[in-house]
Structures are given as structure tokens and as C-alpha cells.
């Protein structure tokens, strides 16, 4: 670290007077903290690794107090790098500022591979920690397993059902599979009954695999009664708030059957569930219909969700949970993001495949592509809709992913004024459409233009609407307040 980031560090560090995920505080007045590997740990685990920076004072008010001894420091720092594994190597830097003296210890990302990084006297499942906001956190035996199961390629998709037999699968939907995997492959339909489903993964050991179960059992839950689909439908904008005759949910529904069907009943219920607003063409008349959310988004959403979950042991007993709210829709799946993607990579790059059985059945079957174009679809469907962006996150052990309906954009307006950094109240003199507004942002994601920029003078009573009662319409103008 050079000396200008250093003190760019601390100045930064005093003024905000808190720690964060890729910052730790740490006094080292009278000596080396004793407890620093689950630290170590936590910042190794995570992309962006972390620095530890020594010579502040947390517990008063984050104040300069210098290190006792930089070269000794810096020497034990380097043997608690020595106790971990792999062993960590931290990039040290020492800084002089008015006779103190501050140390650095820059912990780099452990390759994913090699993860979970642990202390080794403690063990991978009881020295493994991660970086929640500022803390270091234990991981849990889960987490611990969704790295080894990337490192050591698990799929738990074909591992074999041990209390079934191939009489649990349906014939037909057997054989229309088969045949649909021999078109244009002369040599492997040549192969006998056994070897095909060997190769196609419907046999694992002579047993029927979890991925067989739930494209072809009648019943997957017969086994696996938590590997089905939760869906409720709140009355407000958060879990517990109720509706005006004291219901927690105004519907809610198990969707239960094999992955197919519980696609088409996850479908079915948000089609019910949602609300449904006449959009009428100013140029032509014509009248049509709008859900609350793109029927396209929702369902490559769900199939997601179905073909990507976890379906290790550790999750089995976790359902898919489908949760309608006033202003949104929540879709979470068990298991976060695998292998080496990351959020701001979702639809660029193409990812590591956590169940590549069901990926390539669901394909075989005409459910999904299989190219890589679903994250795309969702949002270019939220974008054509006028609705916010689709907002994703890998949480620990769990994959959210949420679709906003716009309502609160459609709220009172407030009292407050708001600033208008890009002139929009000038330009709006005259009426504007949404169009000319995201034309003169210059900004390329309209969407986000228009929360950024335009929605808080809306609120503010600033900027008026012509169709106050249909923020959302596509013939909507914008118009300065007098």
C-alpha cells in the first residue's frame, strides 16, 4: 500500500467511524490481538478479500494510537498467515504519522477453488468463517459444503434415490424422453435400455436418480415432500401485516408434482395473483391488458429457480418460496450463486452449471434453451414493461431475486423539495414525454433515469403528471409545477 493510500485509508476510516465487509479496526496498542484467523479467514473467503488495518482505536471513537511494535507485529501477523489453510499471505505495509506507527495487512481473495480457508488446529467446519457486514461469522456446515461440492464437481442431481426403483418413474414420459435424445444420434441409439440411462443420467448405480425423480415420477414428494414450490400472496409490503378483514395471506398455496408441473402451477398462480391494468393507445385506441409483472420474466425466473436450486442433502428439506407483495414479487431458491459467478456477471458470462442433468433434460424436454438468455430475457421484459430493473442477490445459502411492480413511484408525493442536479424542471417547462425525458438525461439505463432523477421531483410535488392516476401509462407527460 503506498504511503498516500494509507493515509487515505485512515482519514477515511476517522471520518466515517465504522468498520466494513473489506475493513477491520484493530487497537494493537499493547500488543498483537490475540484472535485474528477468523479475519483472516473471513477476508480470504470473499472475492475482494480485505484489509485489517492495526493503530486504531475502535472503542474510542476510531481515534490514531499507533502499534506497539511494527516489527514484531508484523512478524506474528505473518505466522497467523502460516497457521491457515492454504496459508494466507497477507501484502503488509508500515506508515509513520506525528511518532506513530500503523500497520496494514492486506489478506488477498483465496482462489475458489481452494476455499473454504480455515485455520487449520480448528478444522475446515469449526475454522471457517465468512464477512457478514462488519463481522466474521462461523460459517455453517452448508456453506462449507458448497464449496467442496464446486471443488470436487458433486452433482447431487444424479445422485441415486437408494429406497426407489425404476417402477417409481412414469413409462411414457420415460420413453417420449428417450426418444427425444436419440433424434440424430445413430450411435447412441444403438445402445441398450441400461447403457442410455446410464448415459442420460436417469441410472446412477442401478438406482433412479434425484433428477429422474422430479422430471418423471407421478409423485416426486412421496420422497422428497419439501422439494416443491411455496407460494403466498401478503396483503402488504412486508411478512405479518394484514389485510383489512386480518388475514396474513390472501392466498397461499403448495405446488407440488414433478419440475413441469410445478412450473406450470407456479405460472398459474401468479397469473391469478396478479393485477391487471387496461393500457389504452393514444395513436390507435386500441385497448390491452398489462399484468403487474412480464409473464417472460416471471417464468424464466421460476424455471431458474428450479433447474438451478441446490438439491444437495443439506437442502433438501427447503421448498422454493414465491412470495406476492403489494409493491413486489420474491422469488428465493435454496443455494446461492455457484462456482466463480458473481451477481454483476449474471447474463454476461456464461456460468458454471451446478445441475448440468436437469439443465440439459429440461432442454431435451423444450422447457428452456439451455443459451444462457434467461437473466437477458428478465430484464429487457421488466424494461419493456416500464418497470425498475429486477434486482438479484446471493445471500448466505440462499439465491433472491426480485421484481418491483413500480407501486411505489405511484405514492403520495411529499412535502419536501428536491434537488435538480440535470435541469429536468427547466426542460419540463413544456410537457414531456418519458421518451424526451431519458433523451435528455443521456443517462443509457432509462429506468434508471427515471427513479434517479425524475421520480423525487414527482414526489416532491415539483414535476406533475398528466395522468396522475396512471403513473405508469405509456402516454404519460411530464410537466413543471407552476
Given at each position: 500500500?503506498?504511503?498516500?493510500?494509507?493515509?487515505?485509508?485512515?482519514?477515511?476510516?476517522?471520518?466515517?467511524?465504522?468498520?466494513?465487509?473489506?475493513?477491520?479496526?484493530?487497537?494493537?496498542?499493547?500488543?498483537?490481538?490475540?484472535?485474528?484467523?477468523?479475519?483472516?479467514?473471513?477476508?480470504s473467503?470473499?472475492?475482494?478479500?480485505?484489509?485489517?488495518?492495526?493503530?486504531?482505536?475502535?472503542?474510542v471513537?476510531?481515534?490514531?494510537?499507533?502499534?506497539?511494535?511494527?516489527?514484531?507485529?508484523?512478524?506474528?501477523?505473518?505466522?497467523?498467515?502460516?497457521a491457515?489453510t492454504?496459508?494466507?499471505?497477507?501484502?503488509?505495509?508500515?506508515?509513520?504519522?506525528?511518532?506513530?506507527?500503523?500497520?496494514?495487512?492486506?489478506?488477498?481473495?483465496?482462489?475458489?477453488?481452494?476455499?473454504?480457508?480455515?485455520?487449520?488446529?480448528?478444522?475446515?467446519?469449526?475454522?471457517?468463517?465468512?464477512?457478514?457486514?462488519?463481522?466474521?461469522?462461523?460459517?455453517?456446515?452448508?456453506?462449507?459444503?458448497?464449496?467442496?461440492?464446486?471443488?470436487?464437481?458433486?452433482?447431487?442431481?444424479?445422485?441415486?434415490?437408494?429406497?426407489?426403483?425404476?417402477?417409481?418413474?412414469?413409462?411414457?414420459?420415460?420413453?417420449?424422453?428417450?426418444?427425444?435424445?436419440?433424434?440424430?444420434?445413430?450411435?447412441?441409439?444403438?445402445?441398450?435400455?441400461p447403457?442410455?440411462?446410464?448415459?442420460?443420467?436417469?441410472?446412477?448405480?442401478?438406482?433412479?436418480?434425484?433428477a429422474?425423480?422430479?422430471l418423471?415420477?407421478?409423485?416426486?414428494?412421496?420422497?422428497?415432500?419439501?422439494?416443491?414450490?411455496?407460494?403466498?400472496r401478503?396483503?402488504?409490503?412486508?411478512?405479518?401485516?394484514?389485510?383489512?378483514?386480518?388475514?396474513?395471506f390472501?392466498?397461499?398455496?403448495?405446488?407440488?408434482?414433478?419440475?413441469?408441473?410445478?412450473?406450470?402451477g407456479?405460472?398459474?398462480?401468479l397469473?391469478?395473483?396478479?393485477?391487471?391494468?387496461?393500457?389504452?393507445?393514444?395513436?390507435?385506441?386500441?385497448?390491452?391488458?398489462?399484468?403487474?409483472?412480464?409473464?417472460?420474466?416471471?417464468?424464466?425466473?421460476?424455471?431458474?429457480?428450479?433447474?438451478?436450486?441446490?438439491?444437495?442433502?443439506?437442502?433438501?428439506?427447503?421448498?422454493?418460496?414465491?412470495?406476492?407483495?403489494?409493491?413486489?414479487?420474491?422469488?428465493?431458491?435454496?443455494?446461492?450463486?455457484?462456482?466463480?459467478?458473481?451477481?454483476?456477471q449474471?447474463?454476461?458470462?456464461?456460468?458454471?452449471?451446478?445441475?448440468p442433468?436437469?439443465?440439459?433434460?429440461?432442454?431435451?424436454?423444450?422447457?428452456?434453451?439451455?443459451?444462457?438468455?434467461?437473466?437477458?430475457?428478465?430484464?429487457?421484459?421488466?424494461?419493456?414493461?416500464?418497470?425498475?430493473?429486477?434486482?438479484?442477490?446471493?445471500?448466505?445459502?440462499?439465491?433472491?431475486?426480485?421484481?418491483?411492480?413500480?407501486?411505489?413511484?405511484?405514492?403520495p408525493?411529499?412535502?419536501?423539495?428536491?434537488?435538480?442536479?440535470?435541469?429536468?424542471?427547466?426542460?419540463?417547462?413544456?410537457?414531456?414525454?418519458?421518451?424526451?425525458?431519458?433523451?435528455?438525461?443521456?443517462?443509457?439505463?432509462?429506468?434508471?433515469?427515471?427513479?434517479?432523477?425524475?421520480?423525487?421531483?414527482?414526489?416532491?410535488?415539483?414535476?406533475?403528471?398528466?395522468?396522475?392516476?396512471?403513473p405508469?401509462?405509456?402516454?404519460?407527460?411530464?410537466?413543471?409545477?407552476?
Amino acid at each position: 500500500m503506498l504511503e498516500m493510500e494509507f493515509h487515505a485509508l485512515l482519514l477515511k476510516c476517522q471520518k466515517e467511524k465504522c468498520e466494513s465487509r473489506t475493513l477491520e479496526v484493530k487497537s494493537a496498542r499493547k500488543g498483537c490481538p490475540e484472535r485474528l484467523y477468523d479475519t483472516f479467514s473471513a477476508f480470504s473467503n470473499q472475492d475482494d478479500g480485505g484489509t485489517i488495518l492495526f493503530g486504531v482505536d475502535e472503542h474510542v471513537g476510531f481515534q490514531k494510537v499507533g502499534v506497539y511494535d511494527a516489527q514484531d507485529l508484523q512478524k506474528k501477523l505473518m505466522e497467523v498467515g502460516e497457521a491457515m489453510t492454504p496459508v494466507v499471505r497477507p501484502i503488509l505495509s508500515v506508515y509513520e504519522e506525528r511518532g506513530m506507527t500503523f500497520v496494514s495487512a492486506e489478506i488477498p481473495p483465496v482462489d475458489i477453488a481452494q476455499r473454504p480457508c480455515f485455520k487449520t488446529a480448528k478444522g475446515r467446519l469449526k475454522g471457517a468463517y465468512i464477512r457478514v457486514g462488519d463481522a466474521d461469522k462461523p460459517m455453517t456446515e452448508y456453506e462449507v459444503y458448497s464449496y467442496e461440492a464446486f471443488r470436487k464437481k458433486i452433482r447431487d442431481d444424479i445422485r441415486p434415490v437408494e429406497e426407489a426403483g425404476l417402477n417409481s418413474l412414469d413409462p411414457v414420459r420415460l420413453e417420449q424422453y428417450i426418444q427425444r435424445r436419440k433424434l440424430n444420434r445413430p450411435y447412441f441409439s444403438a445402445l441398450s435400455l441400461p447403457q442410455l440411462y446410464e448415459m442420460t443420467g436417469i441410472l446412477h448405480e442401478g438406482k433412479p436418480t434425484l433428477a429422474a425423480f422430479l422430471l418423471f415420477c407421478l409423485y416426486p414428494q412421496v420422497y422428497f415432500p419439501q422439494l416443491s414450490i411455496i407460494a403466498a400472496r401478503v396483503p402488504g409490503k412486508e411478512m405479518g401485516e394484514l389485510g383489512t378483514q386480518g388475514q396474513r395471506f390472501t392466498d397461499s398455496q403448495r405446488l407440488e408434482g414433478n419440475i413441469p408441473e410445478m412450473l406450470d402451477g407456479a405460472m398459474a398462480f401468479l397469473q391469478k395473483n396478479m393485477r391487471t391494468a387496461i393500457r389504452v393507445d393514444s395513436k390507435t385506441g386500441k385497448r390491452t391488458d398489462q399484468t403487474e409483472y412480464p409473464a417472460d420474466a416471471l417464468r424464466e425466473i421460476i424455471l431458474n429457480a428450479l433447474v438451478h436450486r441446490d438439491y444437495s442433502t443439506h437442502t433438501e428439506n427447503m421448498p422454493i418460496q414465491i412470495t406476492m407483495f403489494s409493491n413486489r414479487m420474491e422469488v428465493r431458491s435454496p443455494g446461492g450463486l455457484y462456482g466463480r459467478l458473481t451477481i454483476d456477471q449474471l447474463g454476461k458470462v456464461q456460468p458454471d452449471t451446478r445441475n448440468p442433468f436437469l439443465v440439459t433434460a429440461m432442454e431435451a424436454l423444450g422447457e428452456t434453451e439451455n443459451r444462457y438468455s434467461g437473466i437477458p430475457r428478465i430484464r429487457m421484459a421488466m424494461r419493456d414493461a416500464d418497470l425498475p430493473e429486477p434486482v438479484f442477490r446471493d445471500e448466505r445459502g440462499e439465491f433472491l431475486v426480485c421484481l418491483y411492480n413500480g407501486e411505489e413511484e405511484a405514492g403520495p408525493p411529499r412535502e419536501e423539495s428536491k434537488e435538480d442536479p440535470k435541469g429536468v424542471l427547466a426542460f419540463c417547462k413544456k410537457p414531456r414525454t418519458r421518451k424526451e425525458l431519458v433523451a435528455f438525461l443521456g443517462v443509457a439505463s432509462g429506468s434508471y433515469a427515471m427513479k434517479k432523477y425524475v421520480t423525487p421531483l414527482i414526489r416532491s410535488g415539483q414535476l406533475l403528471l398528466s395522468i396522475p392516476d396512471k403513473p405508469q401509462s405509456r402516454s404519460q407527460t411530464y410537466r413543471t409545477a407552476d
